[in-house]
């Protein structure tokens, strides 16, 4: 076993022990429960972010700090309740993100593949999506006055996004120009129309996917001499153009980070942020000078939507994160988490846990793991500090029970000892080959702060989650609870000298 360092603080049982108290004192604060209307609702989705991802980017983000990265916290550590979500689909038992997204957005659990639709529709068959539509909270959100924003760092017509205004049977269908003629033909629309068509005043929408809102060959703006990144609608219509966004009053369209990052939100209603033709690039690769990170993307969208009196809804993806894991890249994933995680600091920042409901979840889980008896601060990138007893050859503490990263070099299995395995695109040795490695079946963490947060508590199905968020913020069909406390949320038990620093916290924000 390879030497470990151990903090002389920690050697004092005392150390323990005062920790075990603070923590419970903060515990016991919880008996007030934070029963306020939540007059915003904010959803952090890690796509693909289960249990094992979280716990590795947390020792990631302590290892960047220079710390050995287990006892650090992610922000979404400090939420006070804490619940797991059961994520398979109707017709899967290891899910796909289509499907959950249909759950957590629209309350309704359905089949892989399809978004914004029951159970009752059938992947790529487009004569069953009409009469099985359903509503996602965006929409519950917007019917009731709020302002709604979507970001992502993939397409904003992906699977994740697309399920929170469109209804589709096929989660494929980005544009027209990756539809069969049939279901064109049957009156069935793309994703990208939709997001336009469905619910054409959403306020902040934010991502990538330029290809799919432009006529085919249509040179793209950031990459004219690249013909992958030209346009891909067959039916001649410019999106971009059609939504209005540049005409709209107070209304904006940005291509990139400086564009962006020059809009002063106070004068901006409406933004259409389109920063790549596809997916965003990872956090590592990304362009500084060209493309938004998340957190920036985050902090611009709530101070927009943050204006309406009413409230918002935001939906934030770090989409990226699943992405790394299918390429077998787990350094580009757990990198991808952590920015997440910076983006959900800064929202808190911008917020109120008095008036804000912030939840944080994930769609699934991937079939990633770390171990190896490994020592205290040990790279989570790097070696476990034993070898096999059966090949006699080392191994990395990161692995993939499948993917790309299977690898033989004469009939064994390689010796990772010989190759850059801490490389931003190394490939984690994997137990079965396939080009591409799986979700994981197992349920994944609910996270939640704020108003009501307590209802996301124990093992649940997770539909469950939006009618929590919609009963807190009093939209969509619960509504009852919420007649005798119409108005502001009371912040009655909260101390003056609290609120008086909340409402400065606030200002300065």
Known sequence: MAKSTIPESEKDP??????????????????DLNKNVAKNIILFLGDGM???????????????????????????????????????????????????????????????????????????????????????????????????????????????????????????????????????????????????????????IMGGGRRSMYPRNTPDVEYPGDKKHNGTRK????????????????????????????????????????????????????????????????DVAIKILRKNERGFYLLVEGGRIDHGHHEGKA?????????????ITRAGLLTSIYDTLTVVTADHSHVFSFGGYTPRGNSIFGLAPIVSDVDQKPFTSILY?????????????????????????????SAVPLSMETHGGEDVAIFSKGPMAHLLHGVQEQHYIPHVMAYAA???????????????PSLSHISPTLAFLLSVKWLLC
């Not at 398979?88 to 997204?101: F, K, L, R």
């Not at 350094?331 to 920015?339: C, D, F, N, S, Y």
Request: glycine residues 8%; aromatic residues 8%; hydrophobic residues 30%.
């Open 474 to 488: 009093c939209i969509g069909q619960n509504k009852d609870h919420c007649r005798a406390n119409s108005g502001s």
């Open 235 to 298: 039916d001649g219509r410019n999106l971009v153009a059609d939504s209005g966004k540049k005409s709209f009053h107070k209304g904006y369209y940005a291509w990139n980070r400086k564009e962006l990052l020059s809009l002063n939100p106070n004068d901006v209603d409406y933004l259409l942020g389109l920063f790549e033709p596809g997916d965003l690039p990872y956090e590592l690769e990304r362009n500084k000078e060209t493309d938004p990170s998340l957190t920036e993307m985050v």
């Open 331 to 343: 350094k580009q994933a757990l990198h991808e988490a952590v920015e997440m995680d910076r983006a």
């Open 50 to 204: 289960g249990v094992p991802t979280v716990t590795a980017a947390r020792i990631l983000k302590g290892q960047m700090s220079g710390q050995n990265g287990e006892e650090t916290q992610l922000e979404m550590d400090k939420f006070p309740y804490v619940a797991l979500s059961k994520t398979y689909n109707t017709n899967a038992q290891v899910p796909d993100s289509a499907g959950t997204a249909t759950a957590y957005l629209c309350g309704v659990k359905a089949n892989e593949g399809t978004v914004g639709v029951s159970a009752a529709a059938v992947r790529s068959q487009c004569n069953t999506t009409q009469g099985n539509e359903v509503k996602s909270i965006l929409k519950w959100a917007k019917d009731a006055g709020k302002s709604v924003g979507i970001v992502t760092t993939t397409r904003v017509n992906h699977a994740t996004p697309s399920a929170a205004y469109a209804h589709c049977v096929d989660r494929d269908w980005y544009s027209d120009g990756d539809m069969p003629p049939e279901a064109l033909q049957s009156g069935c629309k793309d994703i990208a129309r939709q997001l336009f068509e469905n619910i054409p005043d959403i306020n902040v």
């Open 14 to 31: 005392d150390f323990w022990k005062e920790w075990a108290q603070r923590t419970l004192k903060n515990a016991l604060t919880l008996q």
């Open 401 to 429: 029970g499948n993917g790309p990263g299977f690898k033989l070099v004469n009939g064994t299995r390689e010796n990772v000892s010989t190759v850059h395995y801490e490389q931003n695109n190394y490939q984690a040795q």
